[in-house]
């Protein structure tokens, strides 16, 4: 997914907390923890295969911390939210560290080896996913959230 969709997909997750009566300060980690694990795109290239998009790194990492601080917890729902949003259109890998397979990947089948972005935009599935969740984004902040 593109990074858009992974904030939109926090967004909608903070406002689910927030009609839920979870404290904003406490529920803003979500929006945080969706776009987290693609910050390990900066330091390369085919960041899908990094220990970031692994979920037993974020799980072992942030589990523990979760049950002394409850900021963790908000900040772990949204890093899952995420990687099962790139099980989509990639794949994760799921079993790492016991595999390094990517998991999932409806774009991954296509074999495409070059100019990634322009064969995901000609996707119809990936584009309307992308604006479900950028309208959902936009409706759940416009409805939900107080100004």
């Known amino acids: ?20 009566g979870v404290n904003p300060l406490l529920a803003l980690p979500i929006v945080i923890g969706a776009v987290l694990p693609d910050f390990d795109y900066l330091i390369g290239r085919m960041h899908r295969t990094k ?24 900040l772990e729902i949204g890093v899952f939210a995420h990687l099962i949003l790139d099980t989509i259109d990639w794949g994760v890998m799921w079993l790492h ?9 409806v774009m991954r089948r296509k074999n495409i080896s070059n100019n ?11 584009i309307s996913l992308e ?12 409805f939900f959230l107080p100004l």
């Open 116 to 126: 990634w972005t322009r064969h995901y935009l000609s996707h119809n599935g990936m």
């Open 131 to 142: 604006l479900t969740f950028l309208i959902a984004a936009l409706a759940a902040s416009y």
């Open 51 to 74: 220990i970031t998009h692994a979920p037993a790194f974020w799980f072992l990492s942030l589990t523990p911390l979760a049950i002394l601080f409850p900021y963790f917890l908000f």
């Open 97 to 105: 560290p016991h595999k390094s397979n990517l998991y999932g990947g």
């Open 1 to 20: 997914m593109l990074p858009s969709a992974h904030f939109a997909s926090g967004v909608v997750l903070f406002t689910i907390a927030h009609v839920l």
